[in-house]
């Protein structure tokens, strides 16, 4: 069964960096998408981040939000963090027939 | 560019039927993968289903029977027919596009409630 983890709740201070982990029971060749969901407003898709740690991001995305990948480790870093990011980060993946989500992270910049 | 929007959605009493609709521009419904997910108040992101470019369909548990998913080619547009709505599915309601959902539409509320 494919299931996604996420930590429920992240913190940094302005301007720190934040890193955001998801992690994949399934094994570790599993791609993931990262998408920002800031308070009152729908998702946004940030990045879709291979296994191997190459990643492809969202138009207009910062190059402040970076991933990267470790085994079934998928991250999201966040530099130079501004009042903006404060948000739930979901991770999500697919295989044929279904989609998954993570349960969320909730970031708050301090 | 690439344009999701929904509407469709609306107060229906439990054992009601609404459609959802997704209009898509910038790119052609029937040559992606597309999906409807939700969110019901303060919680996380529910995938509900799937149509991929071939035209197979795919559900989560919970709605298997109930909602169905369609497209139609000559509108663009992605439809999501919900029947016997139950109060657990009232959420705001999401097209997306790809399997990485890249873009999100700006979603539609659904409230079941008698």
């Known amino acids: 069964q494919l299931v996604l983890t996420q930590s429920p709740s992240a913190s940094a201070s302005l301007g720190a960096s934040v890193k955001i982990t998801c992690t994949v029971s399934?094994?570790?060749?599993?791609?993931i998408a990262w998408h920002q969901q800031q308070p009152e407003k729908g998702p946004r898709f940030l990045m879709k981040?291979?296994?191997?740690?190459?990643?492809n991001k969202g138009d207009g995305i910062p190059d402040r939000f970076s991933g990267s990948s470790s085994g079934a480790e998928r991250y999201l870093t966040i530099s130079s963090l501004q009042s903006e990011d404060e948000a739930d980060y979901y991770c999500?993946?697919?295989?044929?027939?279904?989609?998954?989500f993570g349960g969320g992270t909730k970031l708050t910049v301090l | 560019e690439v344009q999701l929007v929904e509407s469709g959605g609306g107060l229906v009493q439990p054992g009601g039927s609404l459609r959802l609709s997704c209009v898509v521009s910038?790119?052609?419904?029937?040559?992606?993968?597309m999906s409807w997910v939700r969110q019901a108040p303060g919680r996380g992101l529910e995938w509900v289903s799937v149509?991929?470019?071939?035209?197979?369909?795919y559900y989560t548990d919970s709605v298997k029977g109930r909602f169905t998913i369609s497209r139609d080619n000559s509108k663009n547009t992605l439809y999501l027919q919900m029947n016997s709505l139950r109060a657990e599915d009232t959420a705001v309601y999401y097209c997306?596009?790809?399997?990485?959902?890249?873009?999100w539409g700006q979603g539609t509320l659904v409230t079941v409630s008698s």
């Open positions: 997306a596009r790809h399997d990485w959902f890249d873009p």
């Open positions: 910038g790119f052609t419904v029937s040559s992606d993968y």
């Open positions: 981040l291979n296994s191997d740690g190459s990643h």
């Open positions: 149509i991929y470019s071939g035209g197979s369909t």
């Open positions: 999500q993946t697919w295989d044929t027939g279904i989609q998954v």
């Open positions: 399934s094994g570790h060749k599993y791609a």
